[in-house]
Structures are given as structure tokens and as C-alpha cells.
């Protein structure tokens, strides 16, 4: 089972941009599917992005679609998710995830490994 520690969360203003990371260790990084979930106050969890073990598919929600970016390194055992034209609305604590299942993440199902999560806080 692959360990995550995930960070870059913070403050920002309405129109920035961040860029969240999470160093996997303990497993076989180019074995899992990686991504990204949140949960504002008051939501339930929900996706936010999933890159599949080679890289080569990327899946996003909606309300991301065109102003999030994610990716990965497998030289360094990274995923990054840059975050641009930040709204107020994405405001919550982001999760890494990783799960040999890209259907997995995308679903929000019960995923292999979680980060301990980071705070986004968008101004208005």
C-alpha cells in the first residue's frame, strides 16, 4: 500500500492559482492510478481529478474542467494538481488519492490510499 503525503494548500484570492502536490512512497507509484478528491463545509466528498498509471488519461469533473491540471512525475513519485482561475466555491481540504483503479477514483468508491488532506481557501 502506497503512502501520501500531499501539500501546497493555502489562501488565495478569487482568479489565483495554486498548485497541490503529494509524494507517494512505500509502493509502486507507476502501479496506481492517481487523484484528487475535496470536501467543502457542509459537502459531501466529491472527484475532482484522476491521471491513469501511465499518464496518459486524464479525467476531470465538471466544475474543474478547463481550470484544473493535473499530472505526474513518476521520476520523483509525484502528482501535482494546478489550479488555476480559483473560484470560492472550491474552497475545501483536497485529498490525494491512489488506487490501482482510475474507476475507482473517479467514483469516489473506497480507494487503496489517502493523503491527510490540505486546505484551500479561496477569498472572494
Known amino acids: 500500500q502506497v503512502q501520501l503525503v500531499d501539500s501546497g494548500g493555502g489562501l488565495v484570492q478569487a482568479g489565483g492559482s495554486l498548485r497541490l502536490s503529494c509524494a507517494a512512497s512505500?509502493?509502486?507509484?507507476?502501479?496506481?492510478?492517481m487523484g484528487w478528491f475535496r470536501q467543502g463545509p457542509g459537502k459531501e466528498r466529491e472527484f475532482v481529478a484522476a491521471?491513469?498509471?501511465?499518464?496518459?488519461?486524464?479525467y476531470y469533473a465538471d466544475s474543474v474542467k478547463g481550470r484544473f491540471t493535473i499530472s505526474r512525475d513518476t521520476a520523483k513519485n509525484t502528482v501535482y494538481l494546478q489550479m488555476n482561475s480559483l473560484k470560492p466555491e472550491d474552497t475545501a481540504v483536497y485529498y490525494c488519492?491512489?488506487?490501482?483503479?482510475?474507476?475507482?477514483?473517479?467514483?469516489?468508491?473506497?480507494?487503496?490510499?489517502w493523503g491527510q488532506g490540505t486546505q484551500v481557501t479561496v477569498s472572494s
Open positions: 488519492v491512489a488506487d490501482p483503479s482510475t474507476a475507482r477514483i473517479m467514483g469516489v468508491t473506497s480507494v487503496n490510499s
Open positions: 512505500g509502493g509502486t507509484f507507476s502501479s496506481y492510478a
Open positions: 491521471v491513469s498509471w501511465s499518464g496518459n488519461n486524464r
